[in-house]
């Protein structure tokens, strides 16, 4: 393997960056017995700030490993684009019309499976909730699903007393399915999308060979965390009046929400729509809810920096993937997935010249189906966290926990992908 030494440094950073995500807990128990000092040792404890972090340290290496002026030209040509659209489409999606229109349909879809299996509200909603968001993401995009089904199992969920069982058991299951669910189109998954224009992949093409298989395995992940916790899930307070939304501001805020997926690769145009839309709620403030543009921030720094040290590690995965039969890519991307944001994977993956449909569609089926199993394996992990984190014991959500959680969910993945 050929490399430079910014790149190993890049590599050596990455690594600590990736390790780092598995001590935020430590920090946090250290912010506690150290309070003269616990502002910093919080901020090193938040999961979002880690790649963000190391990712300024490595812009300093370069700056002295060579000059400052390499390092603002090696950030001038990454693409940010993925972290605004981020940031943008979960401001808009985790607004108070949105969730309302949201929630209301998946009540009215639980009637109709209470009925049917006559079962209580709340395993129909926490079902339908990991079942249909997920699938919703091949249409508003993964980012977008993954704010909803976070809003929605908050309040189902996350606000009530929990176990730990519940806690990560939810949450893999939510980060594996939104990770496959966004494979029946191919626009609305990172991994996906990074290869759709070179292979020349269609939404119809997508569906043929990733549609049915990630279906089923949704279903599947949703129904049985479902049965394991339908006991400890509380009912919906029922009781409270809940004030009505006009359905011409629905209607204006689901414009918007297209409008940002529309024109999700041109940050331009997003922007100025977010920017519009941010005005419109100052405007008309009456049915609105505080815009979470603290957790879209962090959302996007995190992604930020991902895309800062992800850009140099194809030193070592590119040869990697080129080494490898369709058998063991499916698997070696899965497992590297864990390491390194799955989109950036399937970009390098793509890269390689003379590879076979079956390298291809391996490559990018490990990649979604090892989409849960840590926060940086796919871009809308941390927008999750950032919603969820603080209904996790000391704020901090546990990385070896979250692994531990997903791998079963991760395992339904596997076998749909691989024996349907």
Same mark, same amino acid.
């Given at each position: ?17 990736? +390790? ?88 009215? +879809? ?144 689901? +414009? ?158 596997? +076998? ?5």
């Amino acid at each position: 393997m050929n490399f430079t030494p910014i790149e190993l440094g890049a590599s050596v950073i990455f690594a600590t960056a990736v +390790l780092h995500t598995f001590c935020t807990g430590y920090f946090e128990s250290i912010a506690k017995k150290s309070p003269r000092h616990a502002g910093l040792w919080h901020l090193l404890g938040e999961v979002e700030i880690v790649f963000g972090f190391w990712a300024a340290i490595l812009v300093i290496f370069i700056s002295l490993q060579s000059d400052l002026s390499t390092a603002k030209d090696f950030l001038n040509k990454r693409n940010f684009t993925e972290p605004l659209f981020v940031f943008a489409i979960m401001i808009v999606a985790g607004t108070k019309p949105i969730l309302y229109f949201a929630t209301n349909i998946l009540h009215s +879809l639980s009637k109709i499976v209470q009925l049917l299996l006559r079962t209580r509200s709340a395993p129909a909603l926490y079902f339908l909730t990991l079942a249909i968001t997920p699938l919703l993401g091949s249409f508003i995009t993964e980012p977008a699903a993954m704010t909803l089904a976070a809003f929605l199992l908050r309040d189902l969920v996350y606000r009530h007393k929990c176990s730990t069982a519940l806690l990560f058991g939810t949450l893999g299951v939510l980060f594996v399915n939104i990770s496959i669910g966004g494979t029946l189109t191919n626009f609305a998954a990172p991994p996906v999308l990074m290869v759709a224009s070179t292979w020349g992949w269609s939404s119809a093409f997508m569906f043929a060979n990733f549609g049915l298989e990630s279906c089923i395995a949704i279903f599947i992940n949703a129904l049985v965390v479902t049965l394991l916790f339908h006991r400890q899930l509380i009912e919906p307070d029922t009781g409270k009046k809940e004030v009505k939304i006009p359905l011409a501001v629905i209607l204006v805020h689901i +414009l918007f929400l297209f409008g940002v997926v529309v024109f999700a690769h041109d940050p331009i145009i997003f922007t100025w729509i977010l920017l519009f839309f941010i005005g419109y709620t100052t405007a008309y403030p009456k049915h609105q809810s505080p815009l979470i543009l603290k957790e879209a921030l962090l959302v996007g720094f995190f992604l930020g920096g991902l895309v800062v040290l992800g850009s140099l590690q194809g030193w070592w995965l590119q040869p990697i993937l080129e080494m490898m039969s369709p058998t063991a890519v499916f698997y070696g991307s899965l497992v590297l997935t864990a390491f390194t944001d799955n989109a950036a994977l399937t970009y390098l993956g793509s890269l390689v010249t003379g590879t076979s449909p079956e390298f291809k569609l391996a490559l990018v089926g490990g990649a979604v189906a090892g989409g849960g199993l840590t926060v940086i394996a796919n871009a809308p992990n941390p927008a999750g966290i950032a919603i969820l984190r603080q209904h996790f014991p000391n704020g901090a959500v546990s990385a070896l926990y979250l692994l531990v959680a997903a791998i079963p969910p991760t395992i339904v993945a596997i +076998l749909a992908y691989r024996l349907i």
